[in-house]
Nanobody, 127 residues
Framework: QGPLVESGGGSVQARESLTLSCQAS????????MAWFRRFPGKGHEGVAL???????YYADSVKGRFTVSRDNVKNTLHLQMSSLRPEDTAAYYC?????????????????????WGQGAQVIVSS
């Protein structure tokens, strides 16, 4: 296992909810900024949400108001609560971490800014 391990993926119906979790291990300074990304079949990673060390967050427009990201720096976990799920949310979801502080902006929500990655958790939303 790597330093980040996701869990909680699965299959749900549209408008239902699902929560993803990411368990981190290793040195805490490696996880100054944490994020969720997703990848659609045949496409690159799309940023979903950022979670800074102080708990401040940023969301992609596509999930704003439906998804909530949170982190527990004591338990070394990152969560993504997803509600009002849509079929277009179907993707593999990845937890990522960077030793650099978050810049809460769309430009920072890019896979090139993150060093550590989980193996991914599949989310399937049926209509």
């Amino acid at each position: 296992q790597g330093p980040l391990v996701e869990s909680g993926g699965g299959s749900v119906q549209a408008r239902e909810s699902l929560t993803l979790s990411c368990q981190a291990s290793g040195y805490s300074h490696q996880r100054h900024c944490m994020a969720w990304f997703r990848r659609f079949p045949g496409k690159g990673h799309e940023g979903v949400a950022l979670a800074a060390l102080d708990g401040s967050t940023y969301y992609a427009d596509s999930v704003k108001g439906r998804f909530t990201v949170s982190r527990d720096n004591v338990k070394n976990t990152l969560h993504l609560q997803m509600s009002s799920l849509r079929p277009e949310d179907t993707a593999a979801y990845y937890c990522a971490a960077s030793p650099r502080p978050c810049i809460l902006s769309a430009n920072y929500l890019s896979p090139t800014n993150f060093v550590y990655w989980g193996q991914g958790a599949q989310v399937i939303v049926s209509s």
